[in-house]
């Protein structure tokens, strides 16, 4: 498959890396809106200004769109659909089913397929609480997430005028994960289970108590959270934040039998040295998929629910048979 990559901070950075291992992927370029010559891959990959991105519909067969999910990705993925097949990362929970329609329209009208909202959650986080739940109905999910870098929390803040550089740390509440493990059901609330710890770089003269204001209160990322705001010095953050970390916990307690009286556990965990390149690789076998489907004659958006295992894999339903059954 030849694939563009299509935004090229952290998380394009990761897809590149991913393309470069996958020995069925050609690499055709990056799409930037920066100035390309200001770009540099570490691969020698081929800079592309992102404008230009139409001129090769007919030589790409998947686009890895790398954007933002607050402000990036629900203009550039419909935008995009309606002449690649596409793949997106977008991770607002609460809107992901507008982002579906609005994507739906346009890859539907181009005979395009695109998936969106995968990488580790929403992705394969999903796929672990929809087997989980299919096989123990009966029962309730808890998922936590970190302790690690949320790319696109800290994406949002760097957003916030005044804001120079963030990161963002999601800090499961040990104290609750423990009573999950232990068969604890209570409904737990977002407050009770995590903890948002952010580290924020301010431009000189920046209002301060605004800009904490602004993380505090913002819809769908922190206000539903307790959050503590740190401000830091630009060479702090490069020393102490500089890697991007990240993982979490799927958990599924459940009862079987006549009166409930088995009781089982489901977990399934993460531990990421690398979130960009993790979602990255995440990514790369969902564009793998998605390529087989068009080329099937599928069209229209999917999810992670949507796509068959074996798709994902670079080997054949004999091999899968034969290795990993």
Request: with cysteine; proline share 4%.
């Amino acid at each position: 498959m030849v694939v563009g990559i299509y935004g090229y901070g952290n998380l394009g950075r990761g897809v590149e890396a991913a393309l470069y291992g996958a020995k069925d992927a050609e690499v055709f370029g990056i799409f930037t809106r920066r100035d390309p010559s200001t770009v540099r891959s570490v691969y020698n990959t081929k800079v592309f200004a992102a404008d230009d991105v139409l001129k090769y519909k007919d030589d790409i067969d998947v686009l890895i769109i790398c954007g933002g999910s607050a402000t990036d990705l629900p203009g550039m993925t419909p935008a995009l659909a309606e002449n690649f097949n596409v793949i997106d990362s977008f991770d607002t929970h609460a809107k992901i089913s507008e982002h579906f329609s609005n994507v739906d329209n346009k890859a539907k009208a181009g005979g395009k397929v695109a998936v969106i909202s995968v990488g580790w959650d929403p992705g394969m986080f999903s796929l672990a609480r929809i087997y989980a739940e299919s096989i123990l109905p009966n029962g309730k999910d808890n998922t936590f997430w970190g302790r690690g870098v949320s790319q696109g929390h800290s994406d949002a803040i760097r957003r916030i005028d005044g804001v120079i550089d963030a990161r963002q740390y999601t800090v499961p509440i040990d104290e609750t994960l423990n009573k999950v493990r232990n068969g604890d059901m209570s409904d737990f609330t977002a407050r009770q289970k995590h903890l948002r710890e952010c580290y924020v770089v301010a431009a000189e003269g920046a209002d301060k108590a605004r800009i904490e204001n602004e993380i505090k209160t913002m819809p769908n990322y922190f206000a539903d959270y307790e959050t503590v705001v740190n401000f830091i010095t630009a060479e702090e953050m490069k020393e102490k934040h500089s890697a991007l970390p990240h993982g979490g916990t799927v958990i599924r307690n459940g009862f079987t039998g006549k009166n409930g009286e088995n009781y089982h556990t489901i977990e399934y965990s993460l531990k990421l040295d690398s979130n960009p390149e993790f979602t990255g690789s995440v990514l790369v076998a969902f564009a793998r998929a998605a390529v087989r489907m068009n080329k099937n004659g599928d069209s229209g958006c999917k999810t992670a629910f949507d796509i068959p295992p074996a798709l994902l894999s670079p080997l054949s339903a004999e091999e899968l048979r034969k290795h990993l059954l």
